[in-house]
């Protein structure tokens, strides 16, 4: 058995044993994914979508920890594909608020199209940015551009300079 596999069967024997106690276990409201390779994710991420259906805060990745086993362009299809998928798989999109993503992504209308769903979604942090496109949320009010060397401007550098 592969390990992935075995890793994919332990989450889902953890999912069957919460579900079967009900109301005794408390709902995940915050959820945070770390896995070093974002390749087969796209298998844990219904999964997930089971664990933590009513999430509010979802970290993907962790911040300043730096994987790199795919070129950024395939890890951001990755990432992409596995939000997708984990919001389909609960109600997520329903009660996302909150959505950190500190592994790399492309802000294009891929992601868009998927963040559109998330209707309550009002803050979105990202750390690596692969590409850029033509990208809008209207319901988000705050973005937060987390080593993204975006934090100094020409407008800073013309304060500091005074």
């Known amino acids: 058995m592969h390990e992935n596999e075995k890793s994919t069967n332990v989450l889902r024997r953890y999912v069957e044993r919460r579900e079967r106690c ?3 276990v408390p709902p995940v409201k915050r959820l945070v994914f770390f896995i070093y390779d974002f390749t087969y994710a796209k298998e844990l991420a219904p999964i997930l979508g089971r ?10 990745g962790i911040p300043k920890m730096k994987t790199f086993p795919l070129l950024p362009t395939a890890e951001s299809r ?10 389909l798989g609960g ?15 492309s802000l294009d209308p891929h992601l868009e199209k998927i963040l559109k769903k998330c209707r309550k979604l009002r803050h979105l942090t990202v750390s690596n940015i692969d590409d ?3 990208f809008e949320l209207e ?8 080593s993204c060397d975006f934090s100094i401007t020409m407008f800073d550098e013309n304060f500091a300079d005074v």
């Open 91 to 105: 109600n997520a999109c329903e009660t996302l608020r909150v959505l950190h993503i500190f592994n790399f992504i």
């Open 78 to 87: 990755y990432v992409a594909d596995f939000i997708s998928l984990f919001l």
């Open 22 to 24: 009900g109301d005794l």
């Open 132 to 134: 850029v496109a033509v």
């Open 139 to 146: 319901f988000i009010e705050s973005v937060v551009l987390d």
């Open 51 to 60: 664990i933590a259906p009513n999430c509010v805060v979802f970290n993907v």
